[in-house]
C-alpha cells in the first residue's frame, strides 16, 4: 500500500490587525498524506475484496497511531473522493488523511452536539440513535445493511439523495478501539465488509462508477474529553439524483435556506437495501 508523505511548511504569522477585531488569521500546523488502496489502478473499493479493503483498514489504524504520537496533531480527518464528479483527477482508488493541529468545523459541530446530548441524557447520541434504527424501530425503513458490529443507514436528516452513515453498534471512538478492544479483529473485519457492501450496492443503483465523497469522523487524537460523546462513524455524501449523469445541486433556496430532499431517507435506504450486493460486473 502505498503512502505519500507531505508535510506543511511552517506557517509565518502574519502581524496582528490594530483595525479591526473582525479579521483573524492564525497559522495552523498539520501533514497530509495520499494513500493508494490497490496496484490495479482501474478498480475501485466496490471492486475490491473484503481482505483488500480489509488491509486498508489496518492501514488507517496505523497512520492514527503514528500521528497520535505528534504533540501538534489534534485531529486525523480520512476521507476518500471517488469519481470526477466529486473532483477526483486520480482514477486510481486512494484516500486523503490530513493531520491537523486544530479540530476542523463539520467535526466540531458534531462533537459540540453529542456533548450536549450526553450532558442532557447522560448516554451517547449515537448509541441512542443506533439502538433506535436497529432495535426499536421494527421495519428498520432506514437501514441499508448491517452486521453484528456495525450498521450501514439512511440517517433520518440525510441531505444528499443517497446519503448513508456507517455507525459502529458497539460504543467505540476511534480507529484504535479497532486495535485494542477484544474484538478488535471482529471489528475490522466487519467494518471491511460493510464497506465491501455498501461500496457495491451504490455502484450497481445506476451499474456505474457512483461517485462520492466518504469521510471518517472519531474522537480527536487527544480523547480523554470525549471518551463518553464520541462515536465513530462513516459519511457517504453522494451527489447522483436519477441517473449516472444527473447530479443534485445544491443551488437557490437549498443553498440560501435550507436543504430539500429529492428522495425521502427511507426511500434512498429501500432502493439501496434492494440492490445486490455483487457487482454489476461480476454478474
Known sequence: MDITWRKHPEYLEQSKDNISSLLRVEGVRGECKVMCFS??????????????????IQSWIKIYREMSTKSYINYIQIFENKGSM????????????WCTESIPEEPTKELISMNNYYKNNNSCLL?????????????????????NSFVCLAPFW?????????ISKSHIISLLD????????VLQQDLANIIHRITCKYDNIFECSFPYSMGIHQAPVDNKDHMNDSHFHLH????????????????????LAEPQRDLTPEQAADRLKNCSEIHYKHK
Open 236 to 255: 457517504f455524501y453522494p451527489p447522483l439524483l436519477r441517473s449516472p449523469t444527473i447530479k443534485k445541486f445544491l443551488v437557490g433556496y437549498e443553498l
Open 158 to 166: 440525510a441531505v444528499w439523495p443517497y446519503e448513508t452513515m456507517i
Open 39 to 56: 496496484p490495479k489502478h482501474n478498480i475501485t473499493v466496490a471492486e475490491m475484496s473484503e481482505d483488500a479493503i480489509l488491509r486498508v
Open 86 to 97: 466529486m473532483g477526483c483527477s486520480n482514477p486510481h482508488p486512494h484516500c486523503q488523511i
Open 178 to 185: 479497532l486495535e485494542n478492544s477484544e474484538d478488535g479483529n
Open 127 to 147: 448509541c441512542d440513535y443506533t439502538h433506535l434504527e436497529t432495535i426499536k424501530l421494527k421495519y428498520k425503513p432506514r437501514v441499508v445493511c448491517e452486521n
